[in-house]
């Protein structure tokens, strides 16, 4: 019998590869570098080994039991959605909301009128089993523009309605990662329905955090890209309602009047991330590492340090395709025990760190 976590990890693999081969890169490098600046090396983030291996190797064959990604990873353009569409929802008009637009000023009273017809509005489609991503906060390592923080992508196995369980994930502030981080925490979602190209989002209550407006605006991304990539969608807007009802202003500043569109990736999303091996992950060596990233000249710098013994070992690799997001990967020796995986970049300005991810496995 083939053992659960090698299904597991070989559909994660064709899934990503399906993925990879319809990225299309943009040409966005000088973009990309101008929001790249170093200001500290990177630092082992967990000194501490990772407990029993019964556990994590428990924790895979659970996940191994959803179904993966497969012939559904159907999205075209950027990599940051590759979770299976849970319906097919209409293409929108053009995007009426940026994410610069997120913090006008919030609407002196809410409309007590729901923000869509009720009787017109369609409920996601439940499912058995999903397995959909959701987008945390992570920090953005030697990047001093903006809020500091950027978008990471896990993927999560669920039951039900799958943008509804994605956002409850992300509200519940539980990510498999230590690094990554929810500012919805707090937030109760009631449902997620879809009309004419807008998905909206309905809440009991909104998280009770009071944000600056950079912050808050890759807040409201982090809800965007868990919807559209639980629904398949990058091009539907998000509306955010409360109750029913909209206008009522998130985390102090943003105005909900109007649904929200996709910021362009180069904005919020993190520039390198590691997607295989998954945080904690039992694997076999040799070690494979797969990911993606923006990089200058395609250069991607990795490392692995061996939590007992600290033995290092590093290397660098390319990603398929420069000027852009492109896929990458690597595989290294590494002998029995914890490690820490690390995928970043090094600033062309002055030669320091930035950008990092970085994932826990045992190596059996």
């Not at 993925?19 to 570098?33: C, G, K, M, V, Y």
């Not at 497969?70 to 995007?95: F, H, L, Y």
């Not at 409920?123 to 959701?134: F, G």
């Not at 061996?306 to 000027?323: E, I, P």
């Amino acid at each position: 019998m083939n053992d659960p976590d090698d299904r597991f990890d070989e559909l994660m693999r064709r899934a990503l590869a399906d993925e990879a081969d319809r990225i299309e890169p943009a040409d966005r490098l000088h973009e990309i570098q101008s929001r790249v600046r170093s200001q500290r090396k990177v630092t082992t983030r967990r000194p501490w080994m990772i407990a029993a291996g019964a556990a994590v190797v428990g924790t895979a064959a659970a996940i191994a039991a959803f179904t993966m990604l497969g012939d559904d990873a159907r999205n075209t353009g950027e990599p940051e959605v590759a979770g299976p569409p849970a319906t097919t929802s209409s293409t929108s008009s053009a995007a009426t909301t940026s994410a610069s637009q997120a913090t006008q000023p919030p609407s002196p009273a809410p409309s007590d009128q729901p923000s869509t017809a009720k009787s017109r509005t369609t409920p996601e489609p439940s499912v058995k089993h999903k397995a959909v991503s959701v987008y945390w906060l992570g920090k953005s390592t030697g990047n001093e523009s903006g809020a500091g923080v950027r978008l990471y992508r896990t993927f999560v196995p669920v039951s039900g309605r799958p943008a509804l369980e994605a956002v409850r994930v992300m509200a519940s502030g539980k990510s498999d990662d230590p690094d990554y981080y929810s500012l919805w925490q707090d937030a109760m979602p009631l449902s997620v329905t879809q009309y004419d190209g807008v998905v909206t989002v309905d809440f009991k209550t909104y998280p009770r955090l009071k944000l600056e407006t950079g912050m808050a605006q890759v807040a409201v991304q982090q809800l965007v890209y868990t919807v559209q990539g639980a629904l398949g969608d990058q091009t539907a807007q998000v509306r955010v309602t409360q109750q029913g009802r909209s206008g009522v202003p998130l985390f102090g500043l943003v105005d909900t009047r109007q649904p929200f569109s996709r910021a362009q990736a180069a904005d919020v999303q993190a520039l390198v991330w590691i997607n295989s091996p998954t945080e904690g992950a039992v694997v076999r060596g040799p070690v494979t590492v797969e990911g993606i990233a923006a990089t200058f000249e395609a250069v991607v710098n990795w490392r692995a340090t061996n939590q007992k013994t600290k033995q290092l070992v590093q290397g660098q690799t390319s990603t398929r395709q420069g000027q852009g997001f492109s896929p990458f990967s690597f595989t290294t020796k590494l002998t029995a025990g914890a490690w820490q995986l690390d995928a970043y970049l090094i600033s062309p300005q002055d030669g320091r760190i930035t950008d990092v991810d970085s994932k826990t496995v045992i190596v059996r």
